[in-house]
């Protein structure tokens, strides 16, 4: 069994985002749901800033975009909820 590697994540500040997607106290997976959602509502090189405070998120977000092929910019932990700046690189 080989074991999977965790996506590595950078802890940003100071992105400003085209667009921002509340989904703090929502359930899983309402974060990534809303994500797809509003990722298709961009346009290629536009920023979205998707808040939550679902701690999961920071593996399933990571792996979302490597899947996509989105960019992730990096995440921001306000200490109530985490902010994830990810930016459209694909149609």
């Keep these: 069994m080989t074991e999977q590697k965790q996506p590595e994540i950078k802890f940003v500040e100071g992105i400003v985002a085209d667009a921002v997607e509340d989904v703090v106290y ?7 749901m809303r994500l797809e959602e ?11 800033e998707l808040q939550t405070d679902y701690e999961g998120a920071l593996a399933d977000i990571p792996d979302w975009c490597r899947k996509t092929g989105n960019e992730l910019l ?11 700046y990810i930016k459209k690189t694909v149609d």
Excluded at 26 to 31: A, E, G, L, Q, S
Excluded at 38 to 48: A, C, D, P, Y
Excluded at 74 to 84: A, P, Q, R
Aim: glycine share 10%; net charge positive; proline share 3%.
């Design 74 to 84: 990096g995440v921001e932990d306000t200490g109530e909820f985490f902010k994830f």
């Design 38 to 48: 509003r990722m298709k509502e961009l346009k290629k090189g536009q920023i979205l």
């Design 26 to 32: 929502r359930m899983c997976p309402m974060h990534l």
